[in-house]
């Protein structure tokens, strides 16, 4: 007697079930809809920086796994770590937009160490030894851009 019982509410309970489902399709579609609208109406967030080889036309830059890892590990820093953490860089470009920029312009190990000492001279008590550059006013940081770094080749006349 009790086996019936329980059979008989578990078909219920299916049933039950399936129209609450068929019920909530229609309604489901158009809540997937609403939160589509709305999100084409919010702004796209102006610090979000992109990921390292996002442009690049290189499929083997794209797909290698070293870059993947690098690439991710920049990316998750600088949208995710670096809005938590607000630190402040002496430099300008920031010390993570110039290692992306020093990976990409000069390959994955010269641009890591032009990061390390970067990174490296990034803090107060190296800033003391800065008095002898110029202050970029606009953004009270000191330039260093990534062109400082590529070796200049001099042609000697005979």
Same mark, same amino acid.
């Given at each position: ?5 329980n059979?008989?509410l ?6 039950v ?15 997937i809809?609403?939160?589509?609208n709305?999100?084409s ?8 920086r992109p990921?390292?080889?996002?442009n690049?036309p290189?499929?083997?830059?794209k797909i /290698?796994?070293? +870059?993947? $890892?690098? @690439?991710s590990a920049?990316y998750? %820093?600088q949208?995710?770590?670096?809005k ?13 937009e110039?290692s992306?920029q020093?990976i990409r ?10 990061s390390v000492?970067?990174? /490296?001279r990034? +803090?107060r $008590?190296? @800033?003391?030894d800065l008095?002898h %550059?110029d202050?970029d006013?606009s953004t009270n ?6 062109s400082?770094?590529?070796?200049a080749?001099?042609?000697y006349e005979k």
């Open positions: 007697m009790q086996k019936s019982v059979r008989s578990y078909i219920i309970f299916i049933l079930s399936g129209i609450n489902c068929l019920a909530q399709t229609s309604r489901f579609e158009q809540d809809e609403s939160i589509y709305l999100s109406k919010i702004p796209p967030d102006p610090f979000r990921y390292i080889y996002h690049e290189s499929l083997l830059k /290698n796994p070293v +870059n993947i $890892i690098f @690439g920049l998750v %820093y949208n995710v770590l670096s938590h953490i607000s630190a402040d860089c002496l430099y300008t470009p920031s010390c993570s110039f992306k020093a312009e000069y390959g994955l190990l010269k641009g890591i160490l032009l000492d970067r990174i /490296n990034c +803090n $008590i190296a @800033g003391q008095k %550059y202050l006013i940081r000191y330039p260093d851009p990534i400082r770094y590529k070796k080749y001099f042609h």
